[in-house]
């Protein structure tokens, strides 16, 4: 009966590794090569089409602003996540992504911190600049909220860089099912004495993050996001013909509504495993039991993350026709000058295919009547 429960067991355990494996290991890796080409392409078409666009200058450097956060984010978390599902130890001893996780886990929450709150800044830039109010979030061209962004996520998540660390513990050498007499080195993340004790895990980790990327952004996306279809709407009921600008702004605030209702799909499964966390530090001051549900959410936080970061090209190209039609001629170009290239290269080459022929011809021709004129010489004399 022992036996039959053992075995139950480890295939169980087998199943949650294979599901970890699948979302960290391939998903998240598929998703984030497609996201950062994407937020590649609308880095340069954002900042190479400013004028064909029609948008504001504080606007589209909040996008682009928003795009470099996410390609970061993607950057980042693919350098942790899924080489710990890829390379296993003992498997491979390729660890250097253990060593280091400890620096890149505070830049992948700065770059996600940057990522929250452009989207914020994006939506209170769109409710200013459509109601006129006296403060203007591209005012500037948005360098100052940019500026601020900045600040604030680094700020914020500074002190994450002294929560883990990397430590070596040594372990048989396993190979084949069987273990040398060698001993390796092995690294483990550990928490920290900061990142351990109950004060600063309940308060910051829990209570601080919760209410900062979560309550706060929630709330504010919402009525901004409320707020701004209210002031479209009745601009429209007001006017039998909308002009090109108000167009624009309707265009724009749509665009916005579909970057806020991903954001909101994407990240609310991080409550779940936050509520669970924040339960045992309330009750027992430490986590006691971290499940095996409790880690597949997260990794599926991990994966939603990503999505979150990869997905607004699609929602650019979907939503807003002018950034469709520069992000085309952008293509066409490219492949024109392809084109071009292999054109010239073959004309180049025939070009001097020709010339070489016409010099042998030449040559020939010459040859031909050196040996005329050597035989009418030798006829006379």
Request: contains cysteine; hydrophobic residues 45%.
């Amino acid at each position: 009966m022992n036996t039959t429960g053992n075995e139950s067991s480890g295939d169980s355990e087998e199943l949650w590794k294979k599901a970890y494996f699948y979302l960290e290991g391939v998903a998240m890796p598929v998703v984030s090569a497609f996201g950062i080409l994407g937020n590649l392409v609308c880095m340069f078409v954002l900042s190479k089409n400013k004028k064909k666009l029609d948008l504001h200058q504080g606007f589209t450097n909040l996008l682009i602003c928003l795009a470099v956060f996410d390609f970061f984010f993607l950057l980042f978390a693919n350098m942790v996540y899924p080489p710990r599902e890829i390379f296993t130890f003992p498997e491979s001893k390729f660890q250097l992504h253990v060593y280091l996780t400890p620096y890149l886990s505070p830049l992948i929450n700065i770059a996600l911190t940057g990522s929250v709150y452009t989207v914020m800044a994006i939506a209170l830039e769109r409710y200013t600049t459509i109601t006129n109010s006296w403060f203007k979030v591209s005012r500037d061209d948005g360098k100052m909220m940019i500026l601020v962004l900045v600040l604030f996520s680094t700020s914020y998540n500074f002190v994450k860089f002294f929560e883990y660390q990397a430590q070596e513990i040594k372990a048989p050498n396993i190979t084949d099912n069987t273990t040398d007499e060698n001993e390796v080195a092995q690294l483990f993340v550990n928490a920290t004495w900061l990142r351990r004790h109950p004060v600063y895990s309940l308060n910051y980790i829990v209570v601080g993050n919760f209410i900062v990327m979560n309550l706060i952004p929630v709330i504010v996306l919402a009525t901004l996001n409320f707020l701004i279809y209210r002031t479209v709407s009745r601009a429209t009921a007001l006017h039998n013909k909308i002009g090109s600008k108000h167009r624009r702004d309707s265009t724009m605030a749509t665009l916005l509504s579909s970057i806020v209702a991903v954001f909101f799909v994407c990240h609310s499964t991080k409550i779940i495993t936050n509520v669970y966390e924040a339960v045992q530090m309330i009750q027992y001051g430490t986590m006691l039991n971290w499940s095996n549900w409790a880690e597949l959410v997260s990794r599926w936080n991990h994966l939603m993350l990503a999505t979150n970061s990869s997905i607004n090209i699609i929602i650019y190209v979907a939503k807003d026709f002018k950034f469709r039609q520069a992000l085309h001629e952008i293509i066409v170009e490219a492949c024109t000058c392809g084109n071009k290239a292999v054109s010239n290269s073959s004309s180049t080459e025939l070009t001097n295919l020709s010339t070489h022929a016409n010099k042998q011809i030449t040559r020939i021709i010459q040859n031909d009547c050196i040996q005329i004129d050597a035989g009418d010489s030798m006829e006379i004399l």
